[in-house]
């Protein structure tokens, strides 16, 4: 076995409470921890995808149990993928929140930065659908800490809603679980994978009920109407490296409805009848729409930022719904940009709002640095609203392109076009408000006979996260062509449910390469040495004749 699988989860878990017991008191020694931490955190990450970049499959045993009885991880493109992006958006907020000082305003921040960094990566890692729970409780409990970080009634009101309904969602997910344990008799997502199929369709009521109670508790995390009002105010009054943080956060939720739903409850389940794709897409068409009027309508920069969040959810997720490989690497494309883009976002707003009265769009006294600002803002506008030259324009494109079915076109395109649009109005408001009327507008007046210091200019510390952001989003335009052509492995990779369970229930293990052609195991599809590898009802025939294949 590959020991550095575990290294993701494990490293954050062991630095984290060092930091809470030993350094709580000594915010160099806590700093000093968390960088150390998260620079190795994003040596291994980049290690990891190397591992997996010719397609092979790696799984991790805990106490060397076989898969479906012991714990395991699994190593694949997307796993690996998305624990690298962890690293890099990790590292980007962490230099962020050290250089404006943000981390210093409390005294666990940056313990809970490490636990919150190890239930996201043992989230995206895990094998199971049992220990996706375990993992997605103790990002949430870290990530209630952090919201409230500093304190302030505003924050507290926000934090307090937040947690109320992601306890709700931990509550649908436990039942959930029981449901689905009730149904198959195993939490183990490739087990599941072969048992769910089995199911005659008239005995599958109870898998439908598991399958969309996981999806509401998904469409949770993701922020999918209609239970995405927590997160404006949520991220608009959380601190900006944190708001920033929590941009891979409604990732987590995107990532578990890829992975289970292609996998579990996919288009290839008769018994599912295509429901949870059809619930999504409604649903991802109506969170396009809200987060576009948001933005539009929004008095202050922090929540007009969180709406444009909800609006690239809402993009994002319409590609997802289709569970078609083409639109499924689109949107893998997206999520790339849209988790960088909404970070340079809350790290260029921070920059702003810590040098105004307040975050609200109305013309006051232009800030230290007013022309440096109105460039990073613009940048990241652009991206997010999804214009050219930068990615976000390249994303919407891919999803656009893919989303040519008869059902899909009409609202699909339309509300991803007309979102952007009103996004860029938005956007282009608020630039206009704080960085060009602002120009005009002359300074307040002492109202004492000593005036108050003026604002410091920002140093190059607390600019180079931004700057290397929007540098990100830059680089992930140019390389366009290599990145999707890696994203399109990882969606066949995906796709491939004979392949994902052969490598985690084959004991013997030890990485194994699975094709990238999409859709193998639709039934009677010819494989790559010409033969045929019947699949739908009999699911375990089509393992074993995976397995020999893959002996041969």
Same mark, same amino acid.
């Given at each position: 076995?590959?020991?550095?699988?575990?290294?993701?989860?494990?490293?954050?878990?062991?630095?984290?409470?060092?930091?809470?017991?030993?350094?709580?008191?000594?915010? *160099?020694?806590?700093?000093?921890?968390?960088?150390?931490?998260?620079?190795?955190?994003?040596?291994?990450?980049?290690?990891?995808?190397?591992?997996?970049?010719?397609? =092979?499959?790696?799984?991790?045993?805990?106490?060397?149990?076989?898969?479906?009885?012991?714990?395991?991880?699994?190593?694949?493109?997307?796993?690996?993928?998305?624990?690298?992006?962890?690293?890099?958006?990790?590292?980007? *907020?962490?230099?962020?929140?050290?250089?404006?000082?943000?981390?210093?305003?409390?005294?666990?921040?940056?313990?809970?930065?490490?636990?919150?960094?190890?239930?996201?990566?043992?989230?995206?890692?895990?094998?199971?659908?049992?220990?996706?729970?375990?993992?997605?409780?103790?990002?949430?409990?870290?990530?209630?800490?952090?919201?409230?970080?500093?304190?302030?009634?505003?924050?507290?009101?926000?934090?307090?809603?937040?947690?109320?309904?992601?306890?709700?969602?931990?509550?649908?997910?436990?039942?959930?679980?029981?449901?689905?344990?009730?149904?198959?008799?195993?939490?183990?997502?490739?087990?599941?994978?072969?048992?769910?199929?089995?199911?005659?369709? =008239?005995?599958?009521?109870?898998?439908?009920?598991?399958?969309?109670?996981?999806?509401?508790?998904?469409?949770?995390?993701?922020?999918?109407?209609?239970?995405?009002?927590?997160?404006?105010?949520?991220?608009?009054?959380?601190?900006?490296?944190?708001?920033?943080?929590?941009?891979?956060?409604?990732?987590?939720?995107?990532?578990?409805?890829?992975?289970?739903?292609?996998?579990?409850?996919?288009?290839?389940?008769?018994?599912?009848?295509?429901?949870?794709?059809?619930?999504?897409?409604?649903?991802?068409?109506?969170?396009?729409?809200?987060?576009?009027?948001?933005?539009?309508?929004?008095?202050?920069?922090?929540?007009?930022?969180?709406?444009?969040?909800?609006?690239?959810?809402?993009?994002?997720?319409?590609?997802?719904?289709?569970?078609?490989?083409?639109?499924?690497?689109?949107?893998?494309?997206?999520?790339?940009?849209?988790?960088?883009?909404?970070?340079?976002?809350?790290?260029?707003?921070?920059?702003?709002?810590?040098?105004?009265?307040?975050?609200?769009?109305?013309?006051?006294?232009?800030?230290?640095?007013?022309?440096?600002?109105?460039?990073?803002?613009?940048?990241?506008?652009?991206?997010?609203?999804?214009?050219?030259?930068?990615?976000?324009?390249?994303?919407?494109?891919?999803?656009?392109?893919?989303?040519?079915?008869?059902?899909?076109?009409?609202?699909?395109?339309?509300?991803?076009?007309?979102?952007?649009?009103?996004?860029?109005?938005?956007?282009?408001?608020?630039?206009?408000?704080?960085?060009?009327?602002?120009?005009?507008?002359?300074?307040?007046?002492?109202?004492?006979? *000593?005036?108050?210091?003026?604002?410091?200019?920002?140093?190059?510390?607390?600019?180079?996260?931004?700057?290397?952001?929007?540098?990100?989003?830059?680089?992930?335009?140019?390389?366009?062509?290599?990145?999707?052509?890696?994203?399109?492995?990882?969606?066949?990779?995906?796709?491939?449910?004979?392949?994902?369970?052969?490598?985690?229930?084959?004991?013997?293990?030890?990485?194994?390469?699975?094709?990238?052609?999409?859709?193998?195991?639709?039934?009677?599809?010819?494989?790559? =040495?010409?033969?045929?590898?019947?699949?739908?009802?009999?699911?375990?025939?089509?393992?074993?004749?995976?397995?020999?294949?893959?002996?041969?």
């Amino acid at each position: 076995m590959n020991h550095w699988i575990i290294a993701p989860v494990i490293l954050p878990a062991m630095i984290a409470p060092l930091i809470a017991f030993v350094m709580r008191y000594d915010i *160099t020694l806590a700093r000093a921890a968390s960088f150390a931490s998260t620079l190795g955190l994003l040596a291994i990450s980049i290690g990891l995808t190397v591992t997996v970049v010719d397609g =092979d499959v790696h799984v991790y045993r805990l106490g060397d149990w076989p898969a479906p009885f012991g714990i395991v991880l699994v190593l694949d493109r997307l796993s690996a993928l998305m624990v690298l992006l962890t690293a890099i958006l990790a590292l980007l *907020t962490l230099i962020h929140s050290v250089a404006t000082g943000w981390d210093a305003k409390g005294r666990h921040f940056h313990a809970l930065f490490q636990f919150q960094l190890m239930g996201i990566c043992g989230a995206f890692l895990t094998g199971d659908v049992f220990n996706l729970f375990v993992f997605f409780e103790v990002l949430l409990i870290a990530s209630y800490g952090l919201m409230i970080h500093s304190g302030g009634v505003a924050r507290m009101r926000s934090g307090l809603q937040y947690v109320i309904i992601n306890l709700a969602g931990s509550t649908l997910f436990l039942f959930a679980l029981g449901t689905l344990y009730a149904s198959t008799g195993t939490l183990n997502i490739a087990d599941l994978s072969q048992k769910v199929q089995q199911i005659p369709t =008239d005995e599958a009521g109870l898998v439908r009920v598991a399958a969309i109670l996981l999806m509401a508790v998904f469409a949770v995390k993701a922020a999918v109407f209609p239970v995405q009002f927590w997160l404006p105010g949520t991220y608009a009054n959380a601190p900006a490296p944190v708001a920033a943080l929590f941009a891979i956060m409604t990732k987590v939720g995107a990532y578990a409805i890829l992975r289970i739903h292609a996998l579990i409850f996919g288009p290839h389940v008769a018994s599912m009848e295509g429901l949870p794709g059809d619930m999504l897409f409604v649903g991802a068409i109506i969170t396009i729409a809200i987060g576009a009027f948001g933005v539009l309508g929004a008095k202050r920069l922090m929540p007009l930022i969180a709406f444009s969040v909800v609006g690239s959810m809402g993009t994002l997720m319409v590609a997802v719904a289709a569970f078609e490989p083409r639109a499924v690497t689109a949107a893998l494309y997206y999520l790339v940009h849209s988790t960088f883009a909404a970070a340079a976002l809350f790290l260029v707003a921070d920059l702003v709002v810590s040098r105004r009265a307040d975050d609200r769009l109305t013309a006051q006294a232009p800030v230290v640095q007013n022309g440096l600002f109105a460039a990073l803002f613009f940048g990241g506008a652009i991206a997010m609203a999804g214009m050219p030259p930068l990615s976000g324009f390249l994303g919407k494109l891919l999803i656009l392109d893919a989303l040519r079915e008869p059902g899909h076109i009409v609202p699909a395109w339309t509300a991803i076009l007309a979102g952007s649009l009103l996004t860029i109005v938005g956007f282009a408001r608020a630039g206009s408000m704080i960085f060009w009327k602002s120009t005009a507008t002359p300074a307040p007046l002492p109202v004492t006979d *000593t005036p108050a210091p003026e604002p410091a200019p920002a140093t190059a510390l607390e600019v180079a996260p931004s700057i290397a952001a929007l540098a990100l989003l830059a680089a992930l335009a140019l390389l366009a062509g290599p990145i999707t052509r890696y994203l399109d492995a990882t969606t066949g990779e995906l796709f491939d449910r004979t392949g994902y369970i052969s490598a985690v229930l084959d004991e013997n293990n030890a990485g194994k390469q699975i094709h990238d052609d999409h859709g193998r195991d639709e039934p009677g599809e010819p494989q790559a =040495d010409g033969a045929s590898v019947p699949h739908g009802a009999d699911d375990a025939e089509a393992h074993e004749a995976d397995a020999e294949h893959l002996e041969e």
